[in-house]
Every structure is written in C-alpha cells, then in structure tokens.
C-alpha cells in the first residue's frame, strides 16, 4: 500500500502540530487582545480618521488618543469595582 500526500498537505500539517502548541496559543490570546484594543480606538476615539498632517502631529494625537482610552478602561474599571463591593 502507497500513501501519497501533497506538499500542501504536508505543510497544512506541520501548521497543526505548532498551531496547536501552548506557545502558539498564548500568542494568539495576545493578538485577540490587541486586535480589539486596536478596534476599539478606531471605532470609539476615531483613530482611522485623523484631521493631522505631518509625523509629529499624528504621533501626539494617537498618543493622545491611547491616553483618553486608557483613563475610559480604568473608570470602567473602577466602576465595576465599586459594585463589587456594594453587591
């Protein structure tokens, strides 16, 4: 009995075997996280459309942007703390 497979066979299957290891998983949780955060400034702080031209300016309005998105998720944060203590 002959098997054969092809290379794309072969190289779908070297993918599986390091897709499914814990390094690769922990990667992967990263970039979900990251994908999100990315989403979200570009959905809630308009950061697809900026209104500044040069270098210097983009650079200080994301900063300022990523600055507005971090002080929301820690007031979100400490909201949701509040009410675990109420509760």
Known sequence: ??????????????YRSIANTTHFKGKANLRVAIEGTISALK?????????????????????????GYNFKQFLKGLSRKEKALVA
Not at 1 to 14: A, E, P, V
Not at 44 to 59: D, Q, T
């Open 43 to 67: 959905r809630a702080f308009g950061l697809k459309h900026l209104r500044v031209r040069s270098l210097e300016k983009v650079r200080y309005v994301v900063l300022l942007k990523i600055i």
């Open 1 to 14: 009995m002959i098997i054969r497979f092809t290379d794309q066979r072969y190289l779908n299957d070297q």
